[in-house]
């Protein structure tokens, strides 16, 4: 008589793990990768321009007034901002 196999249970072994390091506590709002914190330092640091050249330009537009700058500024800080904020959240959709 041939013994009998135990049956699989659910699960496996991969059941028994431990959650990952940067899935658990403070960390999981973090972004993880050094590519979206790359991308998240250049973006931030490009909206901080883009928050100074607004003053730059709205003090050269009371001068000549020409303002098209200051409307470009004010875009290009929102884009900037935006994309730094979409680096930020990027591990805030898994959770």
Do not use: C
Request: charged fraction near 15%; charge should be positive.
């Amino acid at each position: 008589m041939a013994p009998k196999k135990k049956p699989k249970r659910a699960g496996g072994r991969r059941a028994n793990y431990a959650p990952l390091a940067h899935t658990v506590g403070i960390r999981r709002f973090f972004p993880f990768g050094w590519i979206m914190w790359v991308g998240g330092i250049m973006f931030g640091l490009l909206t901080i321009a883009m928050v100074v050249e607004i003053f730059i330009a709205a003090a050269a537009a009371t001068q000549d007034g020409y303002w098209g700058d200051v409307f470009g500024a004010v875009l290009m800080t929102g884009l900037f901002g935006w994309m730094t904020y979409l680096f930020g959240i990027s591990r805030l959709k898994d959770l």
